[in-house]
């Protein structure tokens, strides 16, 4: 049996530790998804990343749904218990009030985009999500709040009027390997692949060539017929 040069076994551990970098890199963690359910009907939707690798971005969405009356009930959940007001007749404030959701996300940090709060208008019978993205400036793990208003404005002039409907709590883990990004270990996996195969290129030549001529010996369809 022929042995392997220092060169092809300097290859093959190049290609194996590649190849563990770019699953690390390339690995999808876990997301996060909490539902608020009232009358067996999803109203409420918010999904986040459980971890992130340092130098990555990723989402944090909040859904808000309208039944098909356009109603809302106010449920506030802090710190794990719920208070659920009376149901909020959409269609009949839309005569009278310009009605706005706002989604505001409290997680000191984090590079946050768009930007922390986020206003939109809404419609009847329509949904509205509202998206960040977030990255981490340094490992650890980020704790914060995802709140969600809604503002009711009066047409006619005077003072909005600001109703809680969810103040939902998050955690986030930043995480590197050995000090390197998602980014840093994803470029090094796809160098150390490729100068790994240069160097053993004789070998898994070698190699994919003796299983090949195993795939023939055992297909039935390469033996003769009797």
Request: no cysteine; glycine share 8%.
């Amino acid at each position: 049996m022929k042995r392997l040069s220092l060169r092809v076994w300097i290859g093959w551990v190049l290609i194996l530790i590649s190849l563990l970098l770019l699953m690390w890199g390339l690995y999808p963690f876990e997301q996060k998804r909490r539902e608020m359910r009232i009358s067996q009907q999803r109203l409420l939707i918010l999904e986040w990343p459980s971890t992130i690798r340092f130098g990555d971005s990723d989402l944090i969405i909040l859904t808000l749904e309208l039944d098909p009356q356009g109603n809302l009930t106010p449920t506030a959940i802090i710190q794990g218990h719920q208070i659920q007001g009376e149901k909020i007749a959409i269609p009949n404030l839309y005569e009278t009030h310009y009605i706005f959701a706002e989604g505001r996300l409290e997680l000191s940090g984090l590079v946050i985009k768009p930007s922390a709060e986020i206003r939109e208008a809404l419609q009847p019978a329509q949904s509205v999500k509202f998206a960040w993205s977030v990255l981490p400036q340094q490992v650890g793990t980020y704790r914060g709040l995802v709140w969600l208003h809604l503002i009711f404005k009066p047409k006619q002039g005077g003072t909005e009027e600001r109703r809680a409907l969810s103040a939902q709590r998050i955690d986030i883990r930043a995480v590197n390997l050995l000090g390197l990004s998602g980014a840093a270990a994803r470029w090094m996996g796809v160098i150390g692949t490729i100068l790994g195969s240069w160097l053993s290129f004789d070998s898994i030549t070698n190699l994919f060539g003796k299983l090949w001529e195993i795939r023939q010996k055992k297909d039935p369809s390469v033996e003769s017929n009797p």
